[in-house]
C-alpha cells in the first residue's frame, strides 16, 4: 500500500516564513528617515543598505542551497532566521556617527540570513509539488510580497511609537529581529524533503527525450552551460523597474503631492506585487515560464516610461501594475530554471541565478538614488532612471528569446 504524506505542513511554515521575508518589500517606508537621520540625506547611499539586502540574497541562497544537501532544509532555514535576526537586532544599534555599519547589518547580514530561507523553502515546496510547480512557487514567493501589507501597517505605527521619522527606524529593526527568530524557528520545524522518489499520487512524471524523467543538472554543469549565464543576465535586467518602484515608492508618492496618503503607495505595490506573484506564476504553468518572462518584460519595459506622466492617484495605478508585473518575475524565473536545469539541486542553482538578482538591486538602486538626488524639487529629474529600467527590460526580453534548453546529460 502506498504511504500518503501530508505535503500542506511543509507549504504552510513556508508561507509563514516567506511573509516574515517581506519586509525586504517596504524599504521605502525607511528610506527617507534613515537617509535624513544618519546619511546626511544621501538616499543613494541609504537605499544601498537595500539594494545589499537584495544582493546578498544570491549569496545566502546558493550557501543554503549547498548545505541543505548535507544538513536538511529544516537546519538550513533556523539557521538562516537566527542570522536575518541578528541582522536586524544590530541594525537597530546603528547611529550616524558610523552609518556604513547599516550596510552590514541590514544589508549583509540581512541578505545573507533571507537567501539561506528564501530559496530553500521555494525549492523544499517544489518537490512536494511537482504537478504543481509554478503555482506552488508562485503560492509561496506571493507570501513574502503579503508580507508588505501585513508589516506596513504595523512598522507604520511603530515608527511613529518610537519616535517618528528619522527615530523610530530603528527600534522598529528591534522587534522585526525577534518576530524574524520566531517564526523562522517554529517555522523551520516543517520545512522537511520529501522522500526520496515521491511522486503525489495519480501524478506521472514527463518524460524527457532521453527517457528519463527529469534531467538533473548539478551547480558545476550549470555553471558550465551558457544558458545560466543568459538567464541570470536576464534577471538583472528584469527586475530593475520593479525595485526602483519599491525602494522609492513613498518618496516618488510625496513627490508627486499625495504626501497625506504616501503610504498607500507601499500598500498598493506590496499587494500587486504579491498577487502577481501568484497570477503569473498560474500563468507559466499553462504558457511556459520563456513566454511568461517575456510578456512580463515587455510590459515592465512600457510601463516604466509612464512614470512622470502619472499623477494624483494615477500613481497608485502605475505603481500597482509595476509591482503586479515585477511580482510575476519571482515566481517565473525559479519555476523556468527548474525547467532548464531541473529540481535536484533547485535550492543551489536558483541561488546561483539569484546573483543577477542581486546585481539588479545593487545597479537599479544606485541609479534611482542618484536621480532622486538630482530631484528635490521637481521629481521629473527622476524620469531617466526608469528609461533605462525600459531599455533593460527590452534587452531582457531579447536574451530570452534565445535561451534553449541544456543538452541532456548522458545516462
Known amino acids: 500500500m502506498k504511504q500518503k504524506y501530508n505535503r500542506i505542513l511543509p507549504v504552510i511554515a513556508a508561507i509563514a516564513i516567506q511573509l516574515c ?33 537584495l544582493a546578498m540574497l544570491s549569496v545566502g541562497g546558493t550557501i543554503g542551497g549547498k548545505l541543505q544537501v548535507k544538513f536538511g532544509p529544516r537546519v538550513i532555514v533556523i539557521l538562516g ?25 541590514y544589508g549583509i547580514m540581512g541578505g545573507i540570513g533571507m537567501g539561506l530561507t528564501y530559496s530553500t523553502t521555494i525549492a523544499c515546496a517544489q518537490k512536494w509539488y511537482p504537478d504543481k510547480r509554478g503555482f506552488i512557487t508562485g503560492l509561496i514567493v506571493a507570501a513574502l510580497g503579503f508580507g508588505g501589507v501585513v508589516f506596513t501597517p504595523a512598522i507604520e505605527a511603530l515608527i511613529k511609537t518610537f519616535g517618528g521619522v528619522g527615530i523610530g527606524e530603528f527600534r522598529t529593526f528591534m522587534v522585526l529581529s525577534v518576530i524574524f527568530l520566531v517564526v523562522c524557528t517554529i517555522g523551520g520545524i516543517f520545512i522537511v524533503n520529501p522522500p526520496e522518489g515521491y511522486l503525489p499520487e495519480g501524478y506521472i512524471a514527463p518524460k524527457t527525450s532521453t527517457g528519463n524523467e527529469e534531467n538533473d543538472f548539478t551547480p558545476g554543469q550549470v555553471l558550465k552551460s551558457p544558458q545560466f549565464y543568459i538567464l541570470t543576465l536576464a534577471m538583472m535586467l528584469a527586475c530593475m523597474g520593479g525595485l526602483m ?76 501594475l509595476i509591482g503586479f508585473l515585477y511580482g510575476g518575475f519571482l515566481s517565473t524565473f525559479p519555476s523556468y530554471t527548474a525547467d532548464l536545469f531541473g529540481s535536484k539541486h533547485m535550492a543551489t542553482n536558483y541561488g546561483m541565478v539569484l546573483v543577477g538578482f542581486g546585481l539588479g538591486a545593487i545597479v537599479s538602486s544606485y541609479i534611482a538614488g542618484h ?21 533593460a527590460a527590452v534587452i531582457g526580453i531579447l ?11 548522458k545516462v
Open 21 to 53: 521575508l517581506g519586509t525586504a518589500y517596504i524599504w521605502s517606508i525607511f528610506q527617507s528617515g534613515i537617509a535624513n537621520s544618519i546619511f546626511g540625506g544621501d538616499n543613494a547611499a541609504a537605499g544601498l543598505a537595500f539594494s545589499l539586502l
Open 81 to 105: 532566521g537566527i542570522v536575518l535576526a541578528l541582522g536586524f537586532f544590530l541594525a537597530s544599534l546603528v547611529t550616524e556617527a558610523a552609518p556604513w555599519m547599516l550596510w552590514l547589518t
Open 399 to 409: 536574451l530570452i528569446v534565445f535561451i534553449k534548453r541544456p543538452k541532456k546529460k
Open 371 to 391: 536621480f532622486k538626488n538630482k530631484a528635490v524639487e521637481d521629481i521629473n529629474l527622476m524620469f531617466p532612471a526608469f528609461v533605462i529600467a525600459a531599455i
Open 245 to 320: 518602484m519599491i525602494g522609492f515608492a513613498k518618496p516618488i508618492a510625496i513627490a508627486k503631492d499625495m504626501a497625506s496618503t504616501a503610504t498607500v503607495g507601499v500598500l498598493i505595490i506590496s499587494i500587486c506585487n504579491s498577487f502577481g506573484r501568484l497570477f503569473w506564476g498560474w500563468i507559466s504553468d499553462r504558457l511556459g515560464g520563456k513566454t511568461t518572462i517575456i510578456i512580463l518584460l515587455a510590459g515592465t519595459s512600457c510601463l516604466s516610461l509612464f512614470v512622470n506622466l502619472a499623477t494624483s492617484y494615477f500613481i497608485y495605478i502605475l505603481i500597482g
